[in-house]
Every structure is written in structure tokens, then in C-alpha cells.
């Protein structure tokens, strides 16, 4: 796997071991599907990185009031690990080519959604969630991959 950024790889070796091993595969399979390694671009996120990245959810009134009366994003946040219960990170995301864009490890859009059926197929979970979902929650297409709580 490549890494957008350093940090990234030290987020991955402390996320759940569950994530680990399905990001692997998926570099895996796109080696062998596609020729080559997979970028990833997230793995943990912060609660001010998903209040910045979901802040019109926030503005629907999707939050809660956090210290000092702040509105924090209030929805589903399988990046962001919490240390009083001892969950792990147990999402992470992949690069996808935006239009023009070029970059190694990024997939093809076409790729991408190959990927997905294949992961989403071949780890099916019990909640009926996607393991896999190709999406933009504001910053481009990624392939999002997560794990069950």
C-alpha cells in the first residue's frame, strides 16, 4: 500500500486489526486485478476533521454540544477511534482519480467500482452494510472500506 501521507501508516498499524487485515486484501486484489498498490488516504479522523468535512450535516442539525456549548457532527464516524471505550479506527479510505487528476495507487473510477462489488461481496456484514462504499462526502470520490463496530 502507498500512503498519501506519512501519519497514515501509523494511523493503520493502530487501527482495529479487522480494518488491517480487509485493506490488505483490497491492496492485494487490486495488485492482482489491476497492477498496482492502493493509495490510501484516511484512516483515522478527528472530531474537527468530521466537523470541517460534514459541517452542512451539522447545519441540518445533526450534532451534539460539545465543550464550551460547540456543535460537533453527530452521525456515523467509523474513522475515529475512541480511547475511553477501546474502539479502534475501523474505517479507511482509498484514493480515486478525479477527472484529470493522475496520481500512483489512485483507482480508476471504473476500478473502484469493481472493488467495491468485490469487497462488499466477499465480506458481507451481518448489519447489511456495505463493506465497501464508493462516494464524495465533499472532497472527490475515495473508496471508503470499513468493518462493523
Known amino acids: 500500500m502507498l500512503w498519501k501521507v506519512d501519519p497514515l501508516e501509523m494511523e493503520f498499524l493502530e487501527a482495529d486489526p479487522r480494518l488491517q487485515a480487509l485493506m490488505l486484501y483490497a491492496d492485494w486484489w487490486s495488485g492482482r486485478q489491476f497492477g498496482h498498490e492502493l493509495l490510501v488516504t484516511d484512516v483515522g479522523r478527528s472530531q474537527s476533521e468530521y466537523d470541517r468535512i460534514y459541517a452542512a450535516k451539522i447545519a441540518e442539525g445533526l450534532f451534539f454540544i ?20 477501546g474502539i479502534r479506527t475501523r474505517a479507511g479510505d482509498f484514493g480515486v482519480q478525479h477527472g484529470g487528476l493522475t496520481g500512483a495507487g489512485r483507482l480508476l473510477m471504473a476500478n473502484a467500482r469493481r472493488l467495491e462489488e468485490h469487497l462488499s461481496a466477499q ?21 471508503h472500506v470499513q468493518v462493523e463496530a
Open 66 to 85: 460539545g465543550e464550551n456549548g460547540v456543535k460537533h457532527y453527530a452521525g456515523p464516524r467509523p474513522h475515529l477511534a475512541d480511547p475511553l471505550h
Open 123 to 143: 465480506f458481507r456484514r451481518s448489519d447489511r452494510k456495505p463493506t465497501a462504499l464508493l462516494h464524495d462526502v465533499g472532497s472527490g470520490q475515495h473508496l
